[in-house]
């Protein structure tokens, strides 16, 4: 049979200590998952973002009038594409399950605009990618702060979505 021979105040100061310890534990895990789950989330909307613009980019090279937007179109496609990549393989790296395109509020973007053409299409593109970009640099910003994959993706991506934010804004919509 054990018989504790310490005081008892030695007892209670190794307990105080353990439960602080576990709960400093219990804390730190929990924050830990908690970045998971914001790096887990920047990379789903990354890679639906990534299907969608490739999908748009498609759609500016069939229904749209300049060759700017066209150009656009093009570069937007494969630029995306291959961001898509590495953000699929990002989300790997953590674990998580990947969308496999774009959202449902995505596809009604491109289901409207996939009924226009011309220069009402050009115009709605080249408002739309601005828009796009301006909030996806923001977010990509945010998240390349992290200190995992997914903000290696997101600062590996900055300058790419600065280059398509300066192209939309130059394009020379209608002529």
Excluded: W
């Excluded at 310890?21 to 973002?49: H, P, Y």
């Excluded at 990534?50 to 300049?66: I, K, P, R, T, Y």
């Excluded at 200190?147 to 394009?171: F, N, P, R, V």
């Amino acid at each position: 049979m054990f018989i504790d021979k310490q005081p008892t105040g030695v007892c209670l100061e190794q307990n105080a200590f353990v439960a602080r310890t576990a709960t400093l534990m219990a804390l730190s895990i929990a924050n830990a998952s908690a970045k998971d789950k914001q790096s887990e989330t920047f990379l789903k909307k990354a890679i639906e973002g990534n299907f969608a613009e490739v999908s748009m980019g498609e759609l500016a090279q069939q229904n749209g009038q300049s060759d700017a937007v066209k150009s656009y179109g093009r570069m937007l496609s494969t630029d995306h594409a291959a961001a898509n990549q590495k953000a699929l393989d990002a989300a790997q790296e953590l674990g998580m399950n990947s969308p496999s395109g774009p959202n449902a509020k995505q596809e009604a973007e491109h289901d409207k605009m996939s009924k226009m053409s011309g220069a009402a299409f050009d115009k709605m593109f080249a408002a739309h990618m601005v828009a796009d970009h301006q909030k996806d640099i923001a977010e990509y910003k945010k998240a390349s702060r992290s200190k995992d994959a997914a903000g290696e993706y997101a600062s590996g991506q900055i300058d790419t979505l600065q280059k398509h934010l300066d192209t939309a804004k130059s394009l020379k919509v209608g002529k």
